[in-house]
């Protein structure tokens, strides 16, 4: 089992950032892909970037692409995202996300998933 926390989430206006971390426990942490989520109300989850195990390859949604950023450190077994220039659309519970194998962005992929942390944008 691997057990996920999010945290860093919080209120901030437009244009501002913010930076989620997500703690990981249990399985080995490196051998697991990761990604990041997000869900607004009355909304699918969607995808918004995912990293592989090692760290050197990642992917992003276009409507974040530029924006965000996401990383890992193993060594402290946290995954973050990086979230500048933010805008009120971008307003949404995100949720961290690992598997084992290649990262995807298939939300029913991931095996294992955090609470969520809330992030609101005001325009």
């Known amino acids: 089992q691997v057990q996920l926390v999010e945290s860093g989430g919080g209120l901030v206006q437009a244009g501002g950032s913010l930076r989620l971390s997500c703690a990981a426990s249990?399985?080995?942490?490196?051998?697991?892909?990761m990604g990041w989520f997000r869900q607004a109300p009355g909304k699918v989850r969607e995808f918004v970037a995912a990293?592989?195990?090692?760290?050197?390859?990642?992917y992003y949604a276009e409507s974040v692409k530029g924006r965000f950023t996401i990383s890992r450190d193993n060594a402290k077994n946290t995954m973050y995202l990086q979230m500048n220039s933010l805008k009120p659309e971008d307003t949404a519970v995100y949720y961290c996300?690992?598997?084992?194998?290649?990262?995807?962005?298939?939300?029913?992929?991931?095996?294992?998933w955090g609470q969520g942390t809330q992030v609101t944008v005001s325009s």
């Open positions: 249990g399985r080995t942490f490196r051998m697991n892909a």
């Open positions: 996300a690992a598997r084992q194998g290649v990262m995807t962005t298939r939300h029913t992929s991931y095996d294992y």
């Open positions: 990293i592989n195990w090692s760290g050197g390859s990642t």
